[in-house]
């Protein structure tokens, strides 16, 4: 039923018909929904208002594979929510600013296409030798909930995966001195949207397969993504060698994450280790006592 031409999203339209790329899609579309159920995305009380999610496309694997399996589970009535892909075009030089408008129209995604040049700013901003992704980031999600207040929609939602939430967390641990990552869902400093990453269980590698296979316009980032050095880019490397000398590394490391025991961390605003207490001393029992035997 999943693969009949009257029975699809247009988005899946041209799925390859093969095992593997069926057992794919089926797999990402589960972990999905997987992590939307987990983190609680959807509010599922029948009497809440219908959620209205912004959801970021930036032409890369990742957010093509978000937006056309968040509108598979719309489609089968998994995914009680409107969605609204959006677009900002940083004003990125060689940007094609019509490969995407093209394709939403061409699939019937509703969309919106923003263009603030937020390039020139950092560019300006940042010293010659410095990585961009920082200014780059804050900039863009300024504008992005700019975006989502004034389309109504309650969730700004992203296309990160497992392994940028793997990622994250080792730059925090080798860099910045803590044990954080990308939440799948947080609240936004001012408390008035939501962010959600609901490929958060989901493998890069698939999120590649998938795009890869659906033929998708793809447009790489030549703003950060043309630096050398990047910190992210070292603990990719890193983590491909540990999943290289032992497959199945990175899901045993973000199962970690999933598990964490603060009595066995060393932070004391999360565990009270003042505040434990021994059990009184027992009074030993004489005749239980096993002699000593010379």
């Known amino acids: 039923m999943l693969d009949q031409d009257d029975d699809i999203h247009p988005l899946f339209a041209g799925a390859p018909r093969t095992t593997e790329f069926k057992k794919l899609r089926k797999r990402i579309v589960r972990q999905t929904r997987e992590a939307i159920d987990q983190y609680g995305m959807v509010d599922r009380d029948p009497a809440a208002p219908r959620a209205r999610w912004l959801v970021c496309l930036s032409g890369g694997k990742d957010s093509y594979t978000l937006l056309a399996v968040l509108h598979e589970l719309q489609w089968r009535g998994l995914l009680p929510v409107d969605i609204l892909a959006c677009n900002l075009d940083q004003g990125q030089p060689g940007f094609p600013a019509t490969v995407l408008p093209a394709f939403l129209k061409e699939k019937g995604v509703p969309h919106r296409i923003e263009y603030q040049d937020t390039y020139s700013v950092v560019i300006d901003k940042v010293p010659a030798g410095r990585t961009y992704c920082a200014l780059c980031s804050r900039l863009r999600r300024g504008n992005l909930y700019r975006i989502a207040r004034e389309e109504g929609c309650c969730a700004v939602v992203l296309g990160h995966h497992r392994d940028d939430i793997l990622e994250t967390?080792?730059?925090?641990?080798?860099?910045?001195?803590?044990?954080?990552?990308?939440?799948?869902?947080?609240?936004?400093?001012?408390?008035?949207?939501?962010?959600?990453?609901?490929?958060?269980?989901?493998?890069?590698?698939?999120?590649?397969?998938?795009?890869?296979?659906?033929?998708y316009p793809i447009i790489p980032c030549d703003l950060c993504g043309s630096q050398d050095g990047l910190?992210?880019?070292?603990?990719?490397?890193?983590?491909?060698?540990?999943?290289?000398?032992?497959?199945?590394?990175?899901?045993v490391m973000f199962r970690a994450l999933m598990n964490a025991r603060p009595s066995h961390l060393l932070d004391p605003n999360l565990f009270d280790f003042s505040g434990l207490a021994r059990l009184p001393a027992q009074k030993t029992n004489k005749s239980n006592e096993i002699p000593y035997l010379r």
């Open 231 to 251: 910190q992210r880019q070292q603990v990719k490397r890193i983590l491909d060698g540990w999943e290289s000398n032992s497959p199945g590394r990175r899901q």
């Open 169 to 215: 967390f080792f730059m925090n641990l080798f860099h910045g001195g803590r044990l954080a990552t990308m939440p799948p869902k947080l609240v936004n400093e001012d408390g008035d949207l939501f962010v959600c990453r609901p490929l958060a269980h989901v493998a890069e590698a698939d999120c590649e397969r998938f795009a890869a296979a659906m033929n």
